[in-house]
């Protein structure tokens, strides 16, 4: 441990001698107090701040990212170039503790770099939302849903898979039932159907929706529901309802008369004591727009969420950081085995190429869930390209897949809790997993290559 | 010596190059104005990093747009609207001399996600950052694309003049207050207007205007800026140099003007063209500013786009004429008037378009408009235009209603049905015609008190003409005239709290003699 921490703490002082270290804190400082002042928001100030946070910690990853990247493939290429490394490997240190001690060295200053931009921005976001630039309403709204970290619940889903099979099965029946779908597509199929049933409020009917909350709640707290629904008809764009939070058992159950536009995002504060003793929330919504009746849609899967508080926004900046830490640690060790396997230019553009790859994991999945890429309905194709590309999709799933992680800075810039379950398995796939993975591959090819050969 | 010569002779060659193809740009930009569809000139102003970026990232621009649209849905989508107006800013930034993208964005902004929030003040600020995306910015980058012009008039015409929106009084009312703080009544002064300086330069070097400009230095005032001229935001010195200084009027007007030009993008020069070619419009109302925009698209348009902004030209016309001029109600609130001075530009352009297309689709929307201007006329007391409307209607669409004359069109003007009408379907008409009248009246219009009345007149007596006999005027219920017109007034009275209002009745009950409630015996109210 102390060799790698040994080999850590030279390359950090080399790296600080070199300057890097005071380049990069500049770049940054001039990103965050720069892009606030260049960047549009929808001139609301909550939109200010949402900006102000994802995108200013958005570029400083950026800009980390690409630093780590290359600084980790010139750590060992670049000694390999200048010979420097024969020095170094002929002291008693195996090559797998000069990679860790890279690695690390890379870790802390990102460490330290992420920690001097994250102060930054909290103290340029709490200047600019200073109490006395702001109107009481705005200072709620921040305090409540922005500069917080809520929690979101989605509610009960009725299970309908038996259902859903049995409606299959009577599809199947039918004669005019096309033969190509599968039996797992048709149950998927209506289980969509009776979902969007089950979310589907027709005029002068009522909904009713259950939140499981988790414990520690602070009934204290307000709290937000967040709904968003579909019209039936175009032309009616505009939905009269009544909302009931909390059950019948509930004393402080709230009504609350909605007008609200179809196709948009619509949030409604609580501040009423409406938990059911038994720890859920009942939120029912009545249809009661009389006099152009029209049946409304709430999608299942964003259709209404409850947004509860569970913490402050500070420790929320925290897990994010650590989160993004761990992200740049996991780019550090693709850089630094990169370099330590190849030529500076040549390991910059392999470590790109990864991280790319790792950008198009959506568009895998996509390729790995399709069943033919060159045949189609009433076509012909070559079956052995369609075997080789379907594995071949699907192994890359298999391979990326675990890497796919939401951004957690779409979660902080909306006050939506960034879990330490969260922290730790970004911690488990990115740094424990992979990372080990990289380098022990690294470890392997490393110890292979000759580094003494003449130029 | 021999590698000197050769470094210099390298450097007089790139010396040549450069001003050679200095010489070939300017025939390569001249010709590229003339060639380029829609006269796309090259952009004089386009901030320097706009510039290198449409440079330096050449042809990976378009990926970088593909990467912040997916971004753009998906925020859209996720009810994220906070970052639309920057990746929309973006895309348009990385392709600015497209104006597909800038025509695409703007119509995103202002026409689906406005209509996405509850809150009209919400719903306000959408629009208005779809409107300003294509005339502070696509229009500078683009000043040849018609297609530009065309969906910026798109959001006065429809948008805002229009009712497709739930949200359309609240901006028609918030852009009535903007424009409202620049002029007085319908329109700029032309005349005072085009004489003030446009320019903080030009205003400053006015000799009229400096002696006043320095007196408000003394106070502090050395930014000259409106809102700190204007009366609610002034201090008490400067209330007193703006309200005494003979060059005041100038100073506020160029202020004005300078804020039209370069808030609004609009050229006092060219309203003046507009309203010359088609007013007095009121430049309060959105027709007038689509009216706009479709006459400074014209110049660069061609073929469909062209046809588009004539159809916009009279489509606005005709909306101007129902709903183009502002009236105020006494507590502030904006009431979209027919703008009647506009009637002979309307209908110039029906006749224009009727000589181009003589089928009887055009006649039978000249017929309406006509039956339209009509009521309108008679509705705000205009007999005399409503008479010559009557003649060319009787002359173009003769009918049994025209062969009764004047009196009976008057009074059949609001539909053929009032013929079924029973006597106290008839009386709740009148009486709404008397209401509407003293509502009018009372708000400060005249004109169209005196119309209503008329129209309630014309239309009382020629029921009575119909059924000419008093035991069915007794059987149906039909009183007197002034019997109504007792009730219709109290009624209104009864129901009127603003002050202004009130006296405003109070003065008409004592000019046109309308007795007071109080003689008149209950028997009596009850038995009308």
Redesign the interface.
């Known amino acids: 441990m102390n060799k790698i921490l040994a080999i850590a703490s030279i390359s950090l002082r080399t790296t600080v001698r070199s300057k890097i270290v005071l380049s990069l804190i500049v770049i940054l400082m001039m990103v965050i107090i720069g892009l606030p002042l260049s960047i549009k928001s929808d001139a609301t100030i909550s939109g200010e701040v949402q900006i102000l946070v994802i995108y200013t910690l958005g570029i400083v990853i950026a800009i980390l990212s690409i630093a780590t990247l290359w600084a980790g493939c010139a750590a060992i290429s670049g000694e390999i170039a200048e010979r420097q490394i024969h020095m170094v490997v002929s002291k008693p240190v195996t090559r797998f503790q000069i990679l860790l001690g890279k690695w690390v060295s890379l870790v802390a200053l990102n460490a330290a770099l992420l920690c001097v931009s994250g102060l930054a921005v909290y103290g340029l976001l709490r200047w600019n939302t200073r109490p006395s630039q702001l109107n009481s309403e705005e200072i709620q709204q921040l305090d409540e849903e922005i500069l917080v970290a809520r929690r979101q619940i989605r509610p009960q889903i009725p299970d309908v898979d038996l259902e859903a099979g049995k409606t299959a099965d009577e599809w199947m029946k039918a004669p005019d039932f096309p033969r190509e779908i599968s039996r797992a597509d048709a149950v998927e199929e209506a289980r969509k159907t009776i979902l969007r049933s089950a979310f589907s409020v027709p005029p002068g009917t009522t909904i009713t929706w259950k939140f499981d909350l988790p414990s520690g709640v602070r009934k204290d707290q307000p709290f937000h529901i967040r709904y968003k629904f579909a019209s039936g008809r175009m032309e009616i764009t505009t939905i009269r309802g009544t909302w009931t939070i909390g059950g019948p058992d509930v004393p402080g159950r709230a009504t609350i008369e909605g007008n609200d536009t179809a196709e948009g995002f619509h949030t409604m504060r609580v501040q009423d004591d409406v938990f059911s003793a038994d720890g859920t929330l009942e939120v029912s919504y009545k249809n009661t727009n009389d006099q152009r009746p029209v049946t409304i849609f709430f999608p299942p899967q964003d259709g209404i969420s409850v947004f509860v508080y569970s913490g402050g926004f500070e420790i929320n900046l925290v897990r994010t950081l650590l989160i993004l830490l761990l992200h740049l640690s996991f780019l550090s060790a693709i850089g630094v085995v990169a370099g330590s396997l190849f030529s500076l230019p040549t390991a910059a553009f392999t470590a790109l190429y990864l991280v790319v790859l790792l950008k198009f994991i959506p568009y895998i999945e996509i390729m790995a869930a399709r069943k033919s890429f060159v045949s189609g309905p009433g076509q012909q194709g070559s079956a052995f390209l369609d075997i080789f590309l379907i594995l071949f999709y699907r192994g890359m799933q298999f391979l990326v897949s675990p890497l796919k992680s939401p951004n957690p800075l779409d979660s902080l810039g909306i006050g939506e809790l960034v879990p330490w379950s969260w922290v730790a398995s970004v911690f488990v796939v990115k740094v424990v997993v992979y990372g080990g993975a990289i380098a022990l591959i690294g470890r392997l090819l490393f110890y292979r290559r000759e580094l003494g050969l003449p130029s | 010596m021999k590698s000197f010569l050769q470094n210099a002779l390298l450097v007089l060659l790139a010396a040549v190059f450069i001003a050679g193809s200095g010489r070939v740009q300017q025939g390569l930009l001249l010709q590229r104005t003339e060639l380029t569809q829609g006269n796309i000139a090259p952009v004089e102003n386009m901030p320097p990093w706009v510039a290198f970026v449409t440079v330096a990232l050449g042809g990976f621009r378009g990926l970088i747009v593909d990467a912040l649209w997916l971004r753009a849905t998906r925020m859209q989508e996720?009810?994220?609207?906070?970052?639309?107006?920057?990746l929309s800013?973006w895309m348009t930034k990385l392709e600015p001399r497209f104006p597909q993208i800038w025509e695409f964005h703007s119509w995103n902004l202002a026409w689906n996600v406005s209509?996405?929030?509850?809150e009209h003040e919400d719903r306000w600020?959408?629009v208005q950052?779809g409107m300003r995306m294509l005339r502070d910015e696509g229009l500078v980058y683009n000043p040849g694309a018609p297609q530009l012009y065309w969906a910026l008039g798109w959001i006065f015409q429809f948008k805002m003049g229009a009712n497709l929106d739930?949200a359309h009084y609240f901006y028609k009312e918030s852009w009535a207050r903007e424009m409202g703080a620049l002029f007085d009544g319908m329109a700029p002064d032309y005349e005072q207007y085009l004489e003030a300086p446009d320019t903080m330069d030009g205003l400053r070097e006015d000799p009229a205007a400096q002696p006043l400009i320095k007196r408000l230095a003394e106070t502090g005032i050395t930014i000259l800026e409106l809102d700190a001229i204007t009366s609610s935001n002034a201090t008490d010195q400067v209330r007193e140099l703006m309200s005494d200084d003979p060059a005041a009027p100038l100073l506020r007007i160029s202020l004005k003007r300078q804020r039209l030009k370069e808030v609004y993008k609009l050229d006092v020069e060219k309203m003046k063209d507009v309203d010359d070619a088609y007013g007095p419009l009121d430049w309060r109302m959105a027709d007038a500013h689509a009216l706009y925009w479709a006459e400074q698209g014209k110049q660069h348009a061609e073929g469909f786009t062209a046809l588009s902004l004539d159809r916009m030209t009279s489509q606005c016309l005709a909306s101007a004429f129902r709903v183009g001029s502002a009236f105020f109600d006494i507590d502030g609130q904006l009431i979209p008037s027919p703008n009647l001075a506009i009637y002979q530009h309307v209908r110039k352009a029906y006749l224009e378009a009727l000589e181009k297309h003589d089928n009887e689709s055009f006649h039978t929307a000249y017929e309406n408009f006509l039956n339209l201007a009509f009521n309108y006329h008679i509705g705000f007391n205009r007999t005399e235009v409503a008479h010559e409307i009557f003649k060319e209607i009787k002359e173009r669409y003769p009918s049994d209603r025209t062969d009764s004359g004047f009196n009976h069109f008057v009074a059949t003007s609001f539909g053929e049905a009032q013929r079924e009408l029973n006597g106290q379907e008839v009386r709740a008409v009148a009486e709404g015609f008397i209401i509407q009248g003293f509502t009018w009246y009372a708000r400060g219009d005249e004109d169209r008190y005196r119309g209503a009345v008329a129209q309630a007149t014309a239309f009382y007596r020629d029921h009575r003409k119909e059924f000419n006999s008093q035991s069915h005027w007794e059987r149906v219920g039909l009183p007197e005239f002034n019997r109504l017109v007792f009730k219709a007034f109290h009624e209104l009275l009864d129901r009127v709290e603003h002050p202004v209002a009130r006296q405003r009745l109070e003065q008409l009950q004592i000019d046109e003699g309308i007795p007071d409630k109080a003689p008149v015996p209950e028997s009596l109210l009850e038995e009308i």
């Open positions: 996720e009810g994220r609207y906070f970052e639309l107006v920057q800013d209509v996405l929030f509850n600020r959408w950052h739930d």
